[in-house]
């Protein structure tokens, strides 16, 4: 019912955050029971923001939830590696960090 919903709804924004990280693979979770109702949140919305931490940067989770191209805007804390936000950005994401 939930991803039905959202299918019929539309958003600007969306603001959302993830387990891990990285420039290669995306965004991922260890919710794999998520991922569907992730899928259809980002189809009901014009700009994904993500939101996670540098401790995240790295590290693996099991599944990709969306991929460097699917997100807008990363933000993140100022220890993010400087060279991830070189990447990050020349994958066209917008990258703040606070």
Known sequence: LTNSMMLRLGADYLF???SA???RRGFLTNHI???ELYNS???ATKNVV???DSSKYMKNAIAVIAECSRVNCLISDKRLPQEAVMKFQEQSI???TV
Do not use: A, G, K, W
């Open 16 to 18: 959302t955050s993830c």
């Open 21 to 23: 990280f990285n420039e």
């Open 33 to 35: 029971d998520s991922i």
């Open 41 to 43: 949140c980002y189809e």
């Open 50 to 52: 993500m939101l996670s």
């Open 94 to 96: 917008r990258v703040i």
